[in-house]
């Protein structure tokens, strides 16, 4: 019974003293640092740095629920998507129609978004405004009977009313 618990010590002994593999890789979560140009970007290791970038730092609020992509183009990989009609802060605009967001002001780069997937705080109620769509008049379909009275038809029905 001693040899045994001796051989099990032993082995314990003998294993916990082998070197352990390197405790962290790389993974695409990691926060790096990149720069490009003048400004210095935080984001993860699976979001591309742009090559260049228009700076806008500004809010924008979103107009429809957009993918955000690892790429500023659709060959990237999904990350997430924005909230219909919610915040988001655009750091600038790479050299194609896309915006670089974060979710703060001055955070880190999250992804991109297609360039019309919002608007500027600013401007967001006057685009809901705009982007409604017109009730266009109903034609009418009147004549002049006799004097002063006349015939309309009713666009629903086909039948004429005489008034």
Known sequence: MKIRIMLVLLTTLALSA??????????????I???????????RRA??????????????TSLYAASIMTRPDYSG??????????PFYV???????????SEEKDGNLVGYVPFNA????TQYQAT???DRPRRTKAKSDCVAVGGDSKACKDAASETW???
């Open 118 to 121: 919002g608007v500027p705080s």
């Open 91 to 101: 750091i600038g605009q790479p050299n194609n129609r896309w915006l670089a967001i």
């Open 128 to 130: 809901l405004r705009q």
């Open 47 to 60: 979001i591309e740095p742009p090559e260049s970038l228009k700076l806008i730092n500004q809010q924008y």
């Open 161 to 163: 009313i005489i008034d």
């Open 18 to 31: 082998c070197k352990s593999g390197p405790l962290h890789k790389d993974g695409p979560d990691d926060i």
């Open 77 to 86: 990989t999904l990350v997430g998507h924005l909230t219909n009609a919610k």
């Open 33 to 43: 640092t990149s720069q490009v140009g003048e400004l210095t970007l935080k984001h």
